[in-house]
């Protein structure tokens, strides 16, 4: 070994789902939005003058954080915006995860959560979840030094009442509590309301799904503005200009269309409700899903082989091959014709 | 002190030049381009198709990892994209500075390198440049975790000749060096040829300055294929989507437009070298720069005084109040036009 190569942070690093090269693919494994982006964003990309690529985007993302603040109604300094939510998470770990405790988190969540505790070396716990992957919040009393969980829970799509994650949050005052909601526009209901009364509260989300983003990157959090200053003074010292110009003008444009969003998301819903009675049929189980995917096993056939006798068909979906969850499918809500091309496969296969 | 704010991650972050938000500024100040992205990035933009947007980017960042491969002739595995090469900096100093010595670079230099050592808590040492300004090789002979450093320096402006460059690599090579190369195209030659010899060096560069798209955010790190992967792991660890679709199209675009990268560089060193005439006769001296800026300071006014008048004719340039350099303003390279409006509120104001 050379002497340069004992320096080296090594790490395991997320695998992310897929991103397949070929045309006509019906891509339902990375939770995409099957909608395009709003037309007030397609707008703005279409005036937008190119000639100013040539300079610095603002380095406060000033428009961008202003149109979060007021669609949310907080002021603009409880908004961080970073390079989606990955981001976001990641700079929040650095910024409050630092104590000899352990941080919590559920066991079957979202996976970043354990590599990025490995990056920053953060000491972690991962509580498991019940037998039918509830997140038992009595679980998350014992001293610790963060909490996040994402709500609904990822990959099962399970929804925690507020009440519930309220419990969580009023129980770690000591630490900071995020709670990533992500798929929280498919149905839930966001602890932003809970922002002014838990000053330890951090809530993260994203463009990447209800918004029809992820191929521009936009996540933020929202908290009490001493959170938001802290993140933001570690933001600033790893790189100032995080958020490009197209990102920040686009962004701003797509917060602003409300009534599309809602569209949007509607249609998710709709046929993500109808997508529960037709996998039931099939054979499926599932835990009720709030978000755009369902986590679903079959009866009978394995999860590898169905995963793969769909990726055959051109058809993608997400398989984990971990424990507790290796039969399950996560599928990510298309539009309507895509998960009719998705039944008719899964009719064909099993 | 609420009990959650004990474990906050403290800094003292980077401030960025001002991005003035008034029109009909003359911005001088954050070394960006004058003239505008090439016109095949613009036809790229122009081509771009929105609704795309809704999903991911290519997490490998492909097509712009093979297109900065192909200009340098370099293969795909010795190339990582980051998000501008603040991005790309800061990863590989937590990717590669590891040790319990101290990493070295110049106390005259980007300011940014004590702030991720400081954020990242990796030990460093800040060692003198001389008296006028130059990196002396030597200095860097010393027990180190590692070694940066710009060439041409910045603010200095300050280009080191690549027999001297190499010295302080092959003096290390039981740790990284890492030659921060943003103003390496305006008249400098790169670090890039000695890649094949030295498995311990990392070349840095940029498309913010000589490829007019600091508001894009696009850097890149050119190394040995195991440095390279050593940095997509870590990279993965944190955020595996962060070059946005539009970035990766527009900036493949950009980078095969060689032509128009050509004739920009050269007007620009154009403009430099007349400008280095007519600042010595207002009375000002300087390093000899290789860079897209020049580092002057006048023989009789202060430095803080000029920044200010130029600032009340909207003339932006950088001054920064520190230790040996807080009579020098560091004043970035704009169009001849330009140029001549900063010369004549110059001698309008001396």
Request: hydrophobic share 40%; glycine share 4%.
């Amino acid at each position: 070994m050379r002497e340069w190569e004992k320096n080296i942070r090594r790490v395991e690093p997320y695998v992310p789902g897929e991103q397949p090269k070929i045309a006509n693919v019906i891509k339902l494994n990375t939770n995409e939005n099957p909608y395009p982006p709003s037309p007030a964003a397609v707008k703005a990309a279409n005036e937008f003058d190119l000639d100013t690529l040539r300079l610095y985007p603002d380095p406060c993302v000033t428009d961008l954080v202003g149109a979060i603040a007021d669609y949310y109604k907080v002021g603009s300094n409880q908004v961080f915006v970073g390079v989606g939510s990955d981001d976001v998470i990641s700079m929040a770990f650095l910024t409050f995860f630092n104590s000899d405790k352990p941080v919590l988190f559920p066991d079957i969540s979202y996976s970043f959560y354990s590599v990025w505790a490995d990056v920053y070396r953060i000491p972690y716990k991962a509580v498991p979840v019940d037998e039918n992957f509830i997140i038992v919040s009595s679980d998350y009393y014992e001293p610790n030094g963060g909490v996040i969980f994402p709500n609904p829970n990822a990959p099962t799509a399970l929804y925690k009442e507020l009440s519930e994650v309220e419990d969580i949050i009023a129980h770690n005052r000591d630490v900071i509590v995020m709670v990533d909601e992500a798929y929280i526009d498919f149905g839930g209901k966001s602890a932003l309301e809970l922002i002014d009364r838990y000053d330890n509260l951090l809530v993260i989300q994203t463009f990447s799904k209800s918004r029809s983003m992820a191929g521009m990157r936009i996540g933020y959090a929202i908290g009490n503005p001493e959170l938001i200053k802290a993140m933001n003074d570690v933001k600033f010292s790893i790189n100032s200009y995080t958020i490009n110009r197209p990102s920040i003008v686009y962004g701003a444009a797509a917060v602003n269309d409300k009534q599309y969003f809602e569209e949007c998301t509607a249609k998710i819903i709709a046929t993500r409700e109808r997508s529960k009675e037709r996998l039931k049929k099939l054979g499926f189980e599932f835990p009720d899903s709030k978000a755009n995917f369902i986590f679903a096993k079959h009866k009978e056939a394995k999860g590898a082989y169905i995963f793969e006798e769909l990726k055959k068909r051109n058809i993608y979906v997400r398989y984990f091959n971990k424990p507790r969850i290796d039969d399950y499918l996560r599928i990510s809500i298309g539009t309507d014709e895509q998960m009719d091309a998705l039944f008719a496969a899964l009719e064909d296969i099993l």
